[in-house]
Each structure stands twice: as structure tokens, then as C-alpha cells.
């Protein structure tokens, strides 16, 4: 399937949008983390479906990356959005998952723009416990995140668990540092996010947005 056939626009709501795409490692080392993940997204689902402004205007999609690169269900508001059930398997191909999450927000602001939506700056939230194993297509990868977060055509946000290879997070988090996990902060870690991504759908479209320090002192992270 096609990624114009897993994007669609409702546009009947004429709400401006928040796209964010979840890019989510389910590597066969990310087994005995599974289960706190998925508890997370439904932490982040029942954050934004309670919020009456974020539920129209936050549109989620999930990429897994684990043996192969996958987009679970499709990219839709949070109202109707389900979390995904996750399976850990195989290597971890982040390259690929970055290349698919760019060309998934660019066909995403295709049809906004097709349907005279307005629309906030994409968000990407990578979350891992290790490295590219598809190295061939890194340099790829990190030459398009640079030049779009240069021309201001995402936001890529980067955590890692304590195992997670920070040097090659660096090299794709040209315009933000990567920030590691506490141990089992999982919920926490995608509470913040629901509320962050909720803060900025309430703004506008070129408005700056003060995020809460997730490596305060009751925080979710810490510097690598």
C-alpha cells in the first residue's frame, strides 16, 4: 500500500493540525520493554482524547522499526486514534524508519495543503535502546533530518535507554541533544509528550512554544 493510500485528511474538521509521528524501536532487544511502551501510548491516547482542542488537532501515526519498518494503522486524529499492539522482533533498521517517517509528513502536508488546512511544524519523537543496523542508509537518513529541521520542515526529538548509541543520536538530532530515559519512565516519558504536543496545538501555526524540562527534578530524563 502506498503511503497517498494510508494518508488521509478529514476535512470536515477545519481545525489548524498537529502532525506527530512516533518512530518506535521493537528490536528483539527491546522485548522486556514492550509491555511499558504500550502502556505509555495509552497513557498519550487517553491524554489527548481527553483534551477537547488536542482530540481535533493532533494527528498520530506510529512507524515501527524492529526486522522491518512498519506503519501501524494509519496517520488520524488523536479523537479516533488507537495505540497500536506491539511485537519485538529482529534488528533495528532506524535509517529506513527515518526516511519512511520524512516521506510520511511530507504527504501528510500535501493534503493539508490540498484541503486548505493550516498547519503546526511535524513533530518526530524517535525513542530506542540501541543503533542503526542498516548503516548503509544512515548517512542518507541524517543528511535529510538536517536539512529539514534547517528549513524548518520538522522537529525530530531523540530518546534513548541507557543502552542507546547517543553518538549516532547526536548525528541525527542536528537541532536538539538526544536525552536518555530513566529506567522504566516509559508512561511518564509519553504523559510529557501528550501534554507538549497538546500545548503547541493550541498555539499558532509559527508560535514558539516553552516545552516543561523533562530533565527537571521529577523528570522523565536525564543527559546521556
Do not use: C
Not at 87 to 97: E, L, R, V
Not at 191 to 203: G, P, T
Amino acid at each position: 500500500m502506498s503511503l497517498e493510500d494510508q494518508v488521509q485528511v478529514n476535512s470536515r474538521n477545519r481545525e489548524p493540525r498537529q502532525p506527530l509521528v512516533l518512530l518506535v524501536d521493537v528490536s528483539e532487544s527491546m522485548k522486556n520493554d514492550i509491555g511499558d511502551v504500550q502502556s505509555g501510548l495509552e497513557g498519550l491516547q487517553h491524554e489527548l482524547q481527553n483534551d477537547p482542542v488536542a482530540r481535533n488537532r493532533v494527528e498520530l501515526a506510529v512507524i515501527t522499526f524492529g526486522g522491518t519498518v512498519q506503519l501501524l494503522g494509519g496517520f488520524e486524529e488523536a479523537a479516533g486514534w488507537v495505540r497500536p499492539n506491539l511485537t519485538a522482533q529482529g534488528g533495528t533498521p532506524m535509517s529506513a524508519a527515518i526516511d519512511k517517517a520524512l516521506d510520511l509528513v511530507e504527504s501528510k502536508k500535501l493534503l493539508y495543503r490540498q484541503h486548505g488546512l493550516e498547519f503546526f511544524r511535524p513533530w518526530i519523537f524517535l525513542v530506542t535502546d540501541g543503533a542503526p543496523t542498516d548503516e548503509a542508509l544512515w548517512p542518507g537518513a541524517v543528511a535529510r533530518v538536517t536539512e529539514a529541521e534547517k528549513k524548518e520542515r520538522v522537529a525530530l526529538f531523540s530518546v534513548g535507554t541507557e543502552s542507546a548509541d547517543f553518538n549516532r543520536l547526536r548525528q541525527i538530532s542536528p537541532a536538539r541533544d538526544p536525552i536518555r530515559l530513566k529506567s522504566g519512565e516509559w508512561r511518564k516519558m509519553f504523559i510529557w509528550l501528550s501534554r507538549s504536543v497538546s500545548a503547541k496545538s493550541k498555539s499558532k501555526p509559527q508560535e514558539t512554544v516553552p516545552l516543561v524540562d523533562p530533565m527537571a527534578p521529577n523528570g522523565w530524563a536525564v543527559a546521556p
